[in-house]
């Protein structure tokens, strides 16, 4: 297992399956052991994928949720909230500065972290939209006249896809 840059954290699932690293700009998630019975040998200690969204090293990573999310804090001043399940972000923290120390509550409601040469914590909470959003609960439900239009839109536009945001949804 060789990354491209130094490793600056690492964790495990709480199945063993899988290592995770954190070095410059990226967190990699390697397959990793003979636990891993879905597997064959050639493939333990191969990368299964490589997630990047910070600008900077990775200082801290932490799976919560029984896996279901990771959590990672950067040199780049920001915390990501990441679904292991898609490996995508889907929200992204900024602060004012570098954050080398971090860590979730267990159910993911609130988030520590020190921020660069300071003596204090600083908590994030998520409000209840979030908690709801992470649950795979639909927090407003779309009207079926919107998931109709974007079918439309979708089928027959050949031209590029513009994005635009409300409250509700996103429409293409």
């Not at 297992?1 to 410059?24: A, E, H, P």
């Not at 959590?71 to 292991?84: F, G, Q, R």
Request: with cysteine; charged share 15%.
């Amino acid at each position: 297992m060789v990354q491209s840059s130094s490793i600056t954290c690492l964790t495990f699932t709480w199945d063993n399956k899988r290592l995770l690293t954190g070095g410059y700009r990226s967190i990699y998630i390697w397959n990793v052991g003979a636990s891993n019975e879905d597997l064959p040998p050639e493939a333990w200690g191969q990368l299964e994928v490589k997630l990047t969204r910070h600008t900077n090293f990775v200082t801290c990573l932490q799976l919560v949720m029984e896996d279901r999310f990771l959590i990672t804090a950067s040199v780049d001043k920001s915390i990501v909230l990441w679904s292991m399940k898609t490996r995508t972000a889907l929200s992204v923290f900024r602060y004012h500065c570098a954050i080398y120390n971090m860590q979730a509550a267990p159910d993911l409601s609130t988030i520590a972290f020190v921020p660069e040469r300071s003596s204090t914590a600083a908590v994030l909470t998520l409000n209840r939209a979030a908690l709801q959003a992470l649950s795979g609960i639909p927090t407003v439900p779309v009207p079926v006249k919107v998931k109709k239009a974007q079918a439309v839109a979708l089928s027959f536009s050949s031209q590029q896809v513009t994005t635009k945001t409300s409250t509700a949804c996103i429409i293409l």
